[in-house]
Structures are given as structure tokens and as C-alpha cells.
């Protein structure tokens, strides 16, 4: 079955950096586009960033564009984030979905920033 | 960017009684060269990531009971839960991937009354 599991959250200051992973399996990865969407404490989805299945195309919310970078490495079947200048308002589980629409989705890594 | 905007913010019905939820998009969410409408809705459950339950507006995801049905083109769309069950207590959010930004709607939590 599909599997995605996100790595890397923790705890940062205001102005750090993060780095998470999602480590994909029971699907050909290579095939599939992929996002990062996250949902602050209490609040609504939101949409960060897509990558189609050869990297080739690449699109970033406003919120984070110039801030974050989204990746893949499609021989290890792994996504990734590179999350800098974190903010305050960045607090919030952090998840990887596959497919648009995002037919399946991981459980989350939770980022909190703060000082 | 395409504002999607449900309604209502929360709703409670009564067990075995109807559930509708509707969506609006700010721009069309239908593609003309394909009919197809781009738009989605999820379930989440506490403490859980949200599931797919019906794409391209209409169509259910593969192991979605029945009871889930969903309609509409253009701006304007509904989930409706024809007989809700006490596992159906969620959130319930719309989201269009016509284009990028992909927008989510607020989201609409349905309760038992």
C-alpha cells in the first residue's frame, strides 16, 4: 500500500532553517507529482509547493517562495523541503502528498518555530 | 489566486439525516478542453491527515461509501452526506487544482446533533 512518511520537523528560532524528508513507498515515485501542504495549530489547509515526477517543473506558494525549496531525489524515493528563514507563522504540521489531486497524504512532520 | 469559500463553517445533523456542504470558487474551476472540473474534498478526522473523497467534482475515490455524493460545475459545488454516520464526524474542505496556488476552502466541521 501507499506510504509516506515525513521526517525532520522539530523545534527552530525564528530565522532558522529545517530540512524535512518524506520517504515514499508501494508506488512507482518516479511517476508521480508531488507537494508539501501544511496545516497550522487549529487552522485550514494550505498549500506550499509542487514538483512534477522528473523536477522539471516547480511551483511555490507566495507565502514561502524565496524562502523554501522543494525537491526530490527520485532514485531514493524521497521528497524534501529546505525551510529557511523560518518564521513564527511557520509553526505547523508539515505534510508531503502525492497526485494532484493529493490522493494520498503522510501523517506529518510538526515544525514549530519560536524563540 | 482562486478563493474557495464553503458554507456553512460548521453544521450538526442528526444521525441518518442529511449533511450539505457547499463550495464556491472565486474563478471557474472548469478546464473547456477536457469538461472537467478541477475541484476536490477531503475528510479529516482528529489527529488525522485528510483523505481524498471525491475528485474532478464528482467522482467518488475508490472505497468511499456511497452515502458520499457530490455535484456542481463552474463556481459552484455541494457535498452532500445522504445519511450520516456517526464515523463521518469531520472537517470537510474543497480545494480546486485548476491552477496553482492550489486553494483549499476554509473548511466546514460536521457534527452530531
Not at chain 1, 494550505?46 to 527520485?74: P, Q
Amino acid at each position: 500500500q501507499v506510504l509516506l512518511v515525513e521526517s525532520g520537523g522539530g523545534l527552530v528560532k525564528p530565522g532558522g532553517s529545517l530540512r524535512l524528508s518524506c520517504a515514499a513507498s508501494g508506488f512507482r515515485f518516479s511517476d508521480q507529482y508531488m507537494s508539501w501542504i501544511r496545516q497550522a495549530p487549529g487552522k485550514g489547509l494550505e498549500w506550499l509547493a509542487y514538483i512534477s515526477h522528473t523536477a522539471t517543473t516547480i511551483y511555490y506558494a507566495d507565502s514561502v517562495k524565496g524562502r523554501f525549496t522543494i525537491s526530490r531525489d527520485n532514485a531514493k524515493n524521497s521528497l524534501f523541503l529546505q525551510m529557511n528563514s523560518l518564521r513564527v507563522e511557520d509553526t505547523a504540521l508539515y505534510y508531503c502528498a502525492q497526485g494532484s489531486p493529493f490522493e494520498h497524504w503522510g501523517q506529518g512532520a510538526l515544525v514549530t518555530v519560536s524563540s | 489566486d482562486i478563493v474557495m469559500t464553503q458554507s456553512p463553517d460548521s453544521l450538526a445533523v442528526s444521525l441518518g439525516e442529511r449533511a450539505t456542504i457547499s463550495c464556491k470558487s472565486s474563478r471557474t474551476v472548469l478546464y473547456s478542453s477536457n469538461n472537467r472540473n478541477y475541484l476536490a474534498w477531503y475528510q479529516q478526522k482528529p489527529g488525522q491527515p485528510p483523505k481524498l473523497l471525491i475528485y474532478w467534482a464528482s467522482t467518488r475515490e475508490s472505497g468511499v461509501p456511497d452515502r458520499f455524493t457530490a455535484s456542481g460545475s463552474g463556481t459552484d459545488f455541494t457535498l452532500t452526506i445522504t445519511s450520516l454516520q456517526a464515523e463521518d464526524v469531520a472537517v470537510y474542505y474543497c480545494q480546486q487544482y485548476y491552477t496553482t496556488p492550489y486553494t483549499f476552502g476554509q473548511g466546514t466541521r460536521v457534527e452530531i446533533k
